[in-house]
């Protein structure tokens, strides 16, 4: 079984163990070179199987009768584990998303933080009790869900993967990870670490599949749950599915935030906020600041002080310590991303810095390389202010008001985020309650924290992953009411 960026072949780990080769073989290309280097395979037996030893498991010992103390001792043994295999971890995820290996080992060393989270979250994390009259009471308890299943995108399969897995285990729940087919490594890798923790068998599976697979398994009868991290399209047509089986359905789906920055607001610490909120990752995050929009006293000044700073953004292979960012992660993200720009410009849009494939060497000449590109002169019905690009590039648009400022940010489809730049106290409370976006940063941008609730208004998702909040969506309510005293007979007279 893989357990490195060295070894070549990914398959589905179910039950504590690699399910043998088999079915269909997908290619797994390095996107800084657009080379091959491994290959997983996809079957369609690996989704009973998982599905049948996830809900073995759950309904099993030691499983079915772990306190959360001791859900929460295995959670930090996870996590230590984590952070020992961060480089390890880190490989295999610049492998499946080109991001830089600094910045994904790091991203490793962070995730560990949720499992400690969730673990200390348990030890407080007691039943409830309400009074009903004199002689009765009602405890109030918070029970597993099942089988979870947590379908993860290719941007941050352990990372964000952890979000789900983290308060799912926590809670009780068995889980079944579908990370995509093209990205596999690091989901494996955490698998196995699981049960290096202590985790029984069958309570951390992985499916590698297709969208065949995320369907079967979110329509399993067996599967209670469904967490989903990726595109609206995608999500809509899923949930519509699972909630048809009336299982639980969680999505954070696509984002088209706007950051805005008002001519009161810190323009320097808005450039670099809104310069890393746009770039980092190469752009491929959900709560990418992809449409600036900056009000007209100082939207000149900004855009001089922007394309600057954009400049300085070094590309690389992920494997150079000198690489900000780099490459998008596959062949469809690289022609989808050159194909908005390219359709801005033909619609009379200017772009004033990136908008070609850079140089990297003749090493990375097929690979997915993408420049930070800044486009000016667009108008809000354009597709590239209109819809998720994900990728390294970014709008910046003029407004006048406030007012006119709220409109353009609320004005499409999706709700994920939003941020804003001000002095003005009360504007921050006006702007922030106003703007239709789950998270609202002020004064800064792309500040996620595992402590606070995240997920989209609108288009962008249902429900809420990361506090404390992410335990009541994996656990359902309870309500076991006890009378103490004697019966009372209404019948009696």
Same mark, same amino acid.
């Given at each position: 079984?893989?357990?490195?960026?060295?070894?070549?072949?990914?398959?589905?780990?179910?039950?504590?163990? /690699?399910?043998?080769? &088999?079915?269909?073989?997908?290619? @797994?290309?390095?996107?800084?070179?657009?080379?091959?280097?491994?290959?997983?395979?996809?079957?369609?037996?690996?989704?009973?199987?998982?599905?049948?030893?996830?809900?073995?498991?759950?309904?099993?010992?030691?499983?079915?009768?772990?306190?959360?103390?001791?859900?929460?001792?295995?959670?930090?043994?996870?996590?230590? @584990? !984590?952070?020992?295999?961060?480089?390890?971890?880190?490989?295999?995820?610049?492998?499946?998303?080109?991001?830089?290996?600094? %910045?994904?080992?790091?991203?490793?060393?962070?995730?560990?933080?949720?499992?400690? $989270? $969730?673990?200390?979250?348990?030890?407080?994390?007691?039943?409830?009790?309400?009074?009903?009259?004199?002689?009765?009471?009602?405890?109030?308890?918070?029970?597993?869900?099942?089988?979870?299943?947590?379908?993860?995108?290719?941007?941050?399969?352990?990372?964000?993967?952890?979000?789900?897995?983290?308060? /799912?285990?926590?809670?009780?729940?068995?889980?079944?990870?579908?990370?995509?087919?093209? %990205?596999? #490594?690091?989901?494996?890798?955490?698998?196995?670490?699981?049960? =290096?923790?202590?985790?029984?068998?069958?309570?951390?599976?992985?499916?590698?599949?297709?969208?065949?697979?995320?369907?079967?398994?979110?329509?399993?009868?067996?599967?209670?749950?469904?967490?989903?991290?990726?595109?609206?399209?995608?999500?809509?047509? @899923?949930?519509?599915?699972?909630?048809?089986?009336?299982?639980?359905?969680?999505?954070?789906?696509?984002?088209?935030?706007?950051?805005?920055?008002? %001519?009161?607001?810190?323009?320097?610490?808005?450039?670099?906020?809104?310069?890393? #909120?746009?770039?980092?990752?190469?752009?491929?995050?959900?709560?990418?600041?992809?449409?600036?929009?900056?009000?007209?006293?100082?939207?000149?000044?900004?855009?001089?002080?922007?394309?600057?700073?954009?400049?300085?953004?070094?590309?690389?292979?992920?494997?150079?310590?000198?690489?900000?960012?780099?490459?998008?992660?596959?062949?469809?993200?690289?022609?989808?991303?050159? &194909?908005?720009?390219?359709?801005?410009?033909?619609?009379?849009?200017?772009?004033?810095?990136?908008?070609?494939?850079?140089?990297?060497?003749?090493?990375?000449?097929?690979?997915?390389?993408? =420049?930070?590109?800044?486009?000016?002169?667009?108008?809000?019905?354009?597709?590239?202010?209109?819809?998720?690009?994900?990728?390294?590039?970014?709008?910046? *648009?003029?407004?006048?008001?406030?007012? =006119?400022?709220?409109?353009?940010?609320? #004005?499409?489809?999706?709700?994920?985020?939003? &941020?804003?730049?001000?002095?003005?106290?009360?504007?921050?409370?006006?702007?922030?309650?106003?703007? *239709?976006?789950?998270?609202?940063?002020?004064?800064?941008?792309?500040? !996620?924290?595992?402590?606070?609730?995240?997920? &989209?208004?609108?288009?962008?998702?249902?429900?809420?992953?990361?506090?404390?909040?992410?335990? =009541?969506?994996?656990? *359902?309510?309870?309500?076991?009411?006890?009378?103490?005293?004697?019966?009372?007979?209404?019948?009696?007279?």
């Amino acid at each position: 079984m893989p357990t490195s960026a060295n070894q070549d072949i990914f398959t589905s780990y179910v039950g504590g163990s /690699a399910v043998a080769p &088999g079915g269909r073989e997908i290619p @797994l290309y390095d996107p800084a070179t657009g080379a091959v280097w491994a290959k997983s395979y996809v079957s369609d037996e690996a989704v009973e199987s998982a599905v049948a030893h996830a809900a073995a498991t759950f309904r099993s010992e030691p499983w079915a009768s772990m306190t959360g103390y001791d859900r929460a001792a295995l959670l930090r043994k996870l996590a230590a @584990l !984590i952070v020992a295999n961060a480089e390890r971890l880190g490989a295999l995820e610049s492998l499946a998303n080109g991001k830089s290996h600094a %910045a994904t080992t790091a991203e490793m060393k962070a995730t560990a933080s949720w499992y400690d $989270y $969730y673990a200390s979250a348990l030890d407080t994390h007691d039943d409830i009790f309400r009074t009903v009259s004199r002689s009765a009471d009602a405890r109030i308890v918070r029970e597993p869900l099942g089988v979870v299943v947590a379908i993860t995108p290719f941007n941050g399969a352990l990372s964000l993967g952890s979000w789900k897995l983290a308060p /799912a285990l926590a809670m009780g729940n068995t889980v079944i990870l579908k990370p995509p087919a093209e %990205a596999p #490594g690091s989901s494996i890798a955490l698998a196995e670490l699981a049960m =290096e923790a202590g985790f029984p068998p069958g309570s951390v599976n992985v499916v590698i599949g297709d969208a065949i697979a995320s369907e079967a398994l979110a329509t399993h009868p067996d599967v209670q749950m469904v967490s989903f991290t990726g595109s609206t399209a995608t999500a809509k047509v @899923l949930g519509a599915k699972v909630a048809a089986g009336m299982k639980r359905f969680v999505c954070e789906a696509g984002g088209k935030s706007a950051h805005i920055v008002f %001519a009161d607001g810190d323009i320097d610490g808005a450039v670099i906020a809104a310069t890393q #909120g746009a770039f980092s990752g190469s752009g491929q995050t959900c709560v990418a600041g992809s449409r600036i929009l900056v009000q007209s006293g100082i939207y000149d000044t900004f855009v001089e002080r922007y394309v600057a700073s954009v400049a300085r953004i070094r590309l690389g292979p992920p494997s150079s310590p000198k690489a900000h960012i780099g490459p998008v992660a596959n062949r469809r993200q690289y022609d989808r991303i050159n &194909g908005f720009v390219a359709e801005a410009v033909e619609a009379g849009a200017r772009v004033v810095s990136g908008g070609r494939k850079p140089d990297i060497g003749p090493e990375f000449a097929d690979g997915y390389w993408v =420049e930070p590109t800044v486009v000016l002169d667009v108008s809000s019905d354009m597709r590239i202010c209109r819809e998720e690009i994900f990728g390294p590039v970014v709008t910046i *648009q003029r407004f006048a008001t406030e007012e =006119e400022a709220i409109s353009m940010a609320n #004005g499409v489809e999706y709700g994920l985020a939003a &941020g804003f730049w001000t002095r003005d106290v009360g504007r921050v409370r006006r702007v922030s309650r106003q703007l *239709q976006a789950g998270t609202v940063w002020v004064n800064t941008y792309r500040a !996620i924290n595992l402590r606070v609730p995240f997920g &989209g208004y609108k288009q962008s998702g249902i429900g809420r992953e990361n506090g404390v909040e992410a335990m =009541e969506e994996f656990s *359902q309510i309870k309500s076991i009411v006890t009378e103490y005293g004697p019966a009372a007979d209404p019948f009696a007279h």
